[in-house]
């Protein structure tokens, strides 16, 4: 959807935010990116896991986890491979400059910044509504 919004409106800046297991469901778009030259900067959330699942099995389980841990590889290097800019995020105090990097370079982009894999939100499901 990305590369479509960025192609709609070539002149203004397109930013993606993704967690690391949504974007590799779609990782393929980088090299589509790449081949016709579309920039399009990503964000790759990674904390190593299935954020939503692992939120509802938190709050609905009692924290028993199953099958919500992903592997993952570096998302910058990734990048890399395919002939994209790769940007490893160390410290909260670095997005900004990072994001406003990839920006001015109209090429395309992933930007990773390793999250806390216990810090999600509550799903909403679990949140008690006053009565």
Request: glycine share 10%; proline share 8%; charged share 20%.
């Amino acid at each position: 959807m990305a590369l479509g919004a960025k192609l709609g409106r070539p002149d203004a800046p397109v930013v993606a935010i993704h967690g690391d297991g949504g974007y590799l469901m779609n990782s393929q778009e980088i090299e589509t990116a790449v081949r016709h030259r579309i920039g399009v900067v990503t964000i790759v959330m990674n904390n190593n896991c299935w954020g939503s699942e692992k939120a509802y099995q938190k709050h609905f389980y009692a924290g028993r986890y199953i099958g919500c841990d992903i592997g993952n590889p570096r998302y910058d290097q990734f990048a890399r491979l395919f002939g994209a800019a790769g940007y490893y995020v160390e410290h909260p105090d670095q997005v900004g400059d990072t994001v406003k990097k990839a920006l001015s370079e109209n090429s395309p982009a992933i930007i990773e910044i390793p999250i806390d894999p216990d810090e999600f939100p509550t799903p909403v499901a679990a949140i008690r509504r006053p009565d």
